[in-house]
């Protein structure tokens, strides 16, 4: 590894099942602070998956998670996700104010009111993703990159310094993709560590200083000039990355 820090993630021996068909495979690694991590991988990899194990959302055949050093239930607080947006009810009758605001939960407690300080730090952290003009707004009356930005603004007033972000480009427009990773920027120079799950393999190089490469099992891991390679990329993706060769994705890997 190439920082003596202790890993802010550490994964050790997790697989995962669906239907008793395996799906992530024996995945082990660790993740050192203050880095911008892309997970990259064919449909069905297991990417989406492997999050949701770390997190204890689904259950796993076996796994350990430390965060900081210590077992994920003990570190929570230090944790944000933004799940793909397509898993969200943007029904629900609430306002793009009080979904921040539910990001502060975690410190403090469900069930204790919530106090001025919280609503402005929610307010605060609208105006970070330029959606403050919107903190009334319903939900459902947000376009698709408006509502991504609200769950980016609920990651951030969690304050954590984890986050893991499934799919934050998908279905939004140039102004939110490049807003977003201006955002994911500033959290690695604040130190925190970001994870995210992507799948446009012409923005990774520019995007993320870390890279995981994933397809059920582990290929590669570590620093993108490193791991981002053709031959790498050939064993993720397979005959598939041929494909995406010939579709123009593959450009900017074909000059190096």
Known sequence: MESS???????????I?????????????????????GIIGPNGAGKSTLIKGILEFIPTLSGEVKIAGKPLRQQRKLVGYVPQRGSVDWDFPTTALDVVVMGRYGQIGMMRRV??????????MLEKVG????????????????????????????????????????GVDAATEKAIITLLTHLKQE???VIVVHHDLQ??????????LLNKCLIAIGPTEEVFTMDRLQ??????????????????????
Do not use: C
């Open 191 to 193: 130190g925190k560590t």
């Open 131 to 170: 959606m403050a003009p919107f903190a009334n707004r319903q939900i459902s009356q947000l376009s698709g990159g408006q509502q991504q930005r609200v769950f980016l603004a609920r990651a951030l007033a969690q304050n954590a310094q984890l986050y893991f972000m499934d799919e934050p480009f998908v």
């Open 203 to 212: 923005t990774v190089q520019d995007y993320f200083d870390w890279v995981i």
């Open 115 to 124: 106090k001025k300080e919280d609503k402005a730090l929610a307010y605060a």
């Open 5 to 15: 820090k202790e890993p802010i993630l550490d994964v050790l021996d997790m697989s």
């Open 235 to 256: 064993h993720t993706y397979g005959g598939r990355l041929t494909q995406l060769s010939e579709m123009g994705e593959m450009a900017i890997l074909q000059g190096r």
């Open 17 to 37: 099942a669906y239907h008793k068909q395996r799906v992530v495979e024996e995945v082990s690694f660790q993740i050192p602070p203050g880095k911008l991590v």
